[in-house]
C-alpha cells in the first residue's frame, strides 16, 4: 500500500478509475493527511464544476441551433404572440408526430425475430458449439451445419456489455433462452463470471444480466454513453464482438433506418457479423453505443439489424423496483468523446465480454 | 394548442431527459419560448434579450432535471417562469438604479416554494469557473478539461498538445490544475 502515490491516486479518484483496493489507499491517505483531504476536497468541487461547465457550453450551442428553428417576430402585438405561439406549436407537434412515427407509434404490428413461424430468411446470431470440440475453426462453420450435428452438451456465444457499472449488462433474448446456466468473459481478463437473467423480452429480443459472483466488485466504471438517437442514414459505426473467442471490430455504416420487413424496433447496418455477434454493441464515430447486434439477413449479403438504443431504454424501465435507481449508462458521461477509433477501442475492449451458455 | 398537452406528456419528456435524450430538450425548449418572450417584451425587453435569458433560464431547467432536482412538483412553465422572472429581474436592477417593477403574466414560484439557492447558488458557481478557465488561459484550459471530463488519457493529451512525453503532460496538467484551485478559492 505504500507504493501507492498519493496524487495518481486522487487522478484515478476524479476519473473514476479506482479499484477497490485503490480506493482504500486513498482513503487512508484523505484520512492522515489534512492538507491532502482539502486539496480532495477542492478538486472534486472544482471537477464537478467543470462537467457541469461542459454539459452547458454544449446544450448552448445545441440550443442556439435549435433556436434557429423559430421564426424572427414582428414587434409583439397580442396577435404575433398567438401566431408564434402557433408556429412553435406545429413545430413541437411535427417533432412529436416525427418522435411517435420513428417509434413505431402508429406502423402496424412489428415483426417478431424469434418467432418459430418467421421465414427462415432470419438467422439468429448466438453461435451454438460444440463443448467438447473447443476448436476455433467450428466457430466458421455455418449454422446449418452445426445445428445438424448432435452433441450431448453444447454451449452457445454471444456478445455482451455492461449497463451499469454495479454489474448489469445486455445481450438478445436469443443467446440466453432455454439456458441451464449462463456466463461471461471477458477479452482482456479471461476471468469467468455467473449471472443470472434478471429479465427477458422475446419481442424486442433483449435480456439483462446480473453477475451473481461475490468475487466480482464492479466494471472500473463505464467509458461509454448509450445514447437513444435515431441513426443518421450512411452514419459510420462500428461493433465489437465475440464471433470468435477474442474480440472482433467491425466497421461499417448504417443502411436503412428499419429492420428486417419494415421492422421499427431495429434499423440496418452493412457491417458484415457472424454467429457470436449477438449483443453486440454498435457504436457512433464518438463511442456512443446506439444499438445492440440482433440478428443477420441470411438471403442478402453483408445485412445486419440492430436492436434501436430507444428500446434498450424501455427494458431498463421495466427492471424489477430494486434496480430503478442505478446509474446507467443512459445518463453516464462519454469518457472516449474525442479520442481516436483505436484509442476508442482500446479502452472498451475490456468492458465488452463474451456470454457462454450451457444448454 | 400547447394548453391542451397532458401533463403525462410532459413527464415522459421530462424522463427522456433525464435518459439522455437531446430531441425531448429541444421540443421542450421551443415549447415554452413564446410565453418567456411575451414575459421579457412585456417588461421592457427585446426580442434579443428574450433569447438569453429564456437559454440561461431554460439551461439550469435542464442541469436540474438531470441532476434529479426537479421532480415535477410544479409545472416546467411555472419553473421556468420563476426563474426567468428571478433572471429578468437582476437584470433590470443592473440597468437602472432603482428597483423596477415586474408586470407578471404567469403565477411564480415564491423563494419560500422553491429553494432558489438550489439553482443560483450552482449556476453562479459554474459561471465562476468558466471565467477562471478563462483566466487561465491556454493550454491549461484545454489540458484539465480533456483529462477530466472528456477522458482523455495522458498519452493522447500528449500528442495532442505537442509534449515530448507523457510525464511532461502530466505536470503541466497538474500545475493548471494548482493554479486553478488558487484562482477558485482565494476569496
Request: charge should be neutral; glycine fraction near 6%; charged fraction near 25%.
Amino acid at each position: 500500500m505504500n507504493e501507492y502515490n498519493k496524487y495518481e491516486l486522487l487522478d484515478k479518484y476524479l476519473t473514476g478509475k479506482l479499484n477497490e483496493e485503490e480506493l482504500s489507499a486513498f482513503e487512508h491517505f484523505r484520512a492522515e493527511d489534512k492538507e491532502f483531504a482539502r486539496e480532495v476536497q477542492e478538486s472534486i468541487e472544482l471537477v464537478g464544476l467543470m462537467q457541469d461547465f461542459e454539459d452547458t457550453q454544449t446544450l448552448k450551442k445545441q440550443l442556439a441551433k435549435n433556436h434557429e428553428s423559430i421564426p424572427q417576430s414582428q414587434p409583439s402585438k397580442r396577435n404575433q404572440t398567438w401566431f408564434t405561439i402557433g408556429i412553435a406549436a406545429s413545430f413541437s407537434l411535427l417533432a412529436v408526430f416525427s418522435t411517435l412515427f420513428t417509434i413505431g407509434h402508429f406502423s402496424s404490428k412489428k415483426t417478431v425475430v424469434t418467432s418459430p413461424i418467421q421465414e427462415l430468411s432470419f438467422q439468429d446470431l448466438s453461435d451454438n458449439v460444440s463443448e467438447i470440440q473447443g476448436n476455433q475453426e467450428n466457430l466458421e462453420l455455418k449454422i446449418k451445419e452445426i445445428e445438424s450435428s448432435i452433441q450431448t452438451e453444447t454451449s452457445r456465444n454471444g456478445t455482451c456489455f455492461p449497463l451499469t457499472n454495479s454489474g448489469l449488462l445486455v445481450t438478445n433474448y436469443h443467446v440466453i433462452t432455454e439456458a441451464k446456466k449462463v456466463m461471461i468473459v471477458s477479452h482482456t481478463s479471461d476471468i469467468p463470471y455467473n449471472v443470472e437473467v434478471i429479465y427477458k423480452d422475446k419481442d424486442l429480443d433483449l435480456a439483462i444480466l446480473k453477475i451473481t459472483d461475490t468475487t466480482f466488485s464492479n466494471f472500473g466504471g463505464i467509458p461509454y454513453s448509450i445514447v437513444n438517437r435515431i441513426p443518421k442514414l450512411a452514419e459510420g459505426i462500428y461493433t465489437l464482438g465475440y464471433p470468435k473467442k477474442e474480440v472482433v471490430y467491425g466497421e461499417g455504416c448504417v443502411s436503412s433506418g428499419s429492420g428486417y420487413n419494415g421492422d421499427t424496433t431495429k434499423f440496418e447496418v452493412s457491417i458484415p457479423v457472424n454467429p457470436g455477434n449477438s449483443g453486440s454493441p454498435v457504436f457512433d464515430k464518438y463511442g456512443n453505443i446506439i444499438g445492440l447486434i440482433d440478428s443477420k439477413n441470411k438471403d442478402k449479403v453483408g445485412t445486419s439489424y440492430v436492436v434501436k438504443a430507444e428500446y434498450l431504454k424501455s427494458a431498463i424501465e421495466n427492471l424489477p423496483d430494486e434496480y430503478i435507481n442505478e446509474v446507467t449508462a443512459f445518463n453516464q458521461r462519454n469518457r472516449i468523446k474525442w479520442k481516436s477509433r483505436e484509442e476508442q477501442v482500446s479502452t472498451l475492449l475490456s468492458k465488452i465480454y463474451r456470454v457462454r451458455v450451457i444448454k | 394548442m400547447i394548453e391542451a398537452r397532458s401533463q403525462n406528456t410532459e413527464s415522459e419528456l421530462i424522463q427522456s431527459i433525464v435518459l439522455g435524450d437531446d430531441k425531448a430538450i429541444n421540443i421542450l425548449y421551443l415549447e415554452y419560448y413564446p410565453v418567456i418572450r411575451h414575459f421579457i417584451e412585456k417588461n421592457n425587453g427585446d426580442e434579443s434579450s428574450a433569447k438569453d435569458i429564456y437559454q440561461d433560464a431554460f439551461i439550469i431547467l435542464i442541469r436540474n432535471i438531470k441532476r434529479g432536482t426537479f421532480k415535477g412538483d410544479s409545472t416546467v412553465r411555472t419553473y421556468l417562469y420563476s426563474i426567468s422572472r428571478r433572471l429578468w429581474l437582476k437584470e433590470l436592477n443592473k440597468r437602472n438604479s432603482r428597483q423596477s417593477k415586474i408586470r407578471d403574466i404567469h403565477e411564480f414560484l415564491s423563494t419560500d416554494d422553491y429553494n432558489e439557492n438550489a439553482w443560483e447558488d450552482r449556476d453562479k458557481k459554474i459561471k465562476k469557473l468558466g471565467v477562471a478557465l478563462q483566466g487561465l488561459g491556454e493550454p491549461c484550459g484545454t489540458i484539465l478539461l480533456d483529462f477530466y471530463v472528456n477522458g482523455l488519457s495522458m498519452e493522447s493529451i500528449k500528442s495532442k498538445m505537442g509534449y515530448t512525453n507523457a510525464g511532461n503532460a502530466k505536470n503541466q496538467k497538474y500545475k493548471c490544475m494548482q493554479r486553478l484551485r488558487k484562482i477558485f478559492f482565494k476569496q
